[in-house]
C-alpha cells in the first residue's frame, strides 16, 4: 500500500508541476500531431528494442506504473527490456484522444500489445494515459499508467 500510495505522489507531482509551467507561459506548447508521432516513435523503439532511441524518448523523471500494478523508472523500464524479461512484439492503440496544457500533452486510449514477458506469450488489452512534456531538447515520454480491460 505504501509503495501505491508512493506512486500516486509522484504522478501527481509529475503531472502538476509541468502543468504549473505551461500556465506561466516558460516552455514551448505541444501539438496533437507532434505528441502522436513521439509515441509512434516510442512505440517503434520499444518493438524494434532500440535503446538508443528509448533513452532520448524516455524522460530522466519517468514513472511507469503497469496494469500489474508493478511501478518502474526510467532505468528499470528500459533494463527489463534489455534484459529480455519484456518483449514487445506488436503495439496498437485505439480510441485515442489528446489533451493539450502547454507544453504538456496527456494521450488517453486504448492499447492491444502482444508481449512477451519471461518466455510466455501474452495480449494486453488496456486503457491508458500517456504524458509526454516539450523541453529544450524535444518531446519526452514522463508517465504512463494503465488499467487492464477484463
Known sequence: MQLFLKSI??????TFLPLAQAADGSCSPINREEVLKAEDARYAAQMGNDYAALEKLFSSELVYIHTSSVLDSKASYIESMHS???KYKVMRRSDVTVRNFGCIAIINGVGDYDVRVKDNDINVVLRFTSIWQKTNDGLQFVSWQSTRIP
Open 84 to 86: 529480455g524479461a519484456v
Open 9 to 14: 505522489w509522484v504522478l501527481l507531482a509529475l
